[in-house]
């Protein structure tokens, strides 16, 4: 089993920033790729950023280039999501997940775990 937890959602105004992060911890895998998703209600669940197990390989949703960042600190098993300019539309619940694979990185939803998320507020 493998238990994320996910922190540094908040209220924010129209173009600030947040940092999300997700630590792991329990089983390990040797290759993984970790995703973040978002969730409105009364929508499916969205991946917006993804990256590959070192790193080196990044995914970004076409409604986050260049204003989101995901990374990665294997020594402190944790995924962050640093997001900046952040709009009204961003608001929703943000999930990490983790997906054993052998590949680069997972862009489906059948991720094998999920944190239990963390609400991102952004007033207009």
């Known amino acids: 089993q493998v238990q994320l937890v996910e922190s540094g959602g908040g209220l924010v105004q129209a173009g600030g920033s947040l940092r999300l992060s997700c630590a792991a911890s329990?089983?390990?895998?040797?290759?993984?790729?970790m995703g973040w998703f978002r969730q409105v209600p009364g929508k499916e669940r969205d991946l917006v950023a993804a990256?590959?197990?070192?790193?080196?390989?990044?995914y970004y949703a076409d409604s986050v280039k260049g204003r989101f960042t995901i990374s990665t600190d294997n020594a402190k098993n944790a995924v962050y999501l640093q997001m900046n300019t952040l709009k009204p539309e961003d608001t929703a619940v943000y999930y990490c997940a983790v997906k054993q694979y052998y590949g680069d990185i997972y862009l489906h939803h059948d991720y094998d775990y999920w944190g239990q998320g963390t609400q991102v507020t952004v007033s207009s």
């Open positions: 990256i590959s197990w070192s790193g080196a390989v990044t």
């Open positions: 329990g089983r390990t895998f040797r290759r993984y790729s």
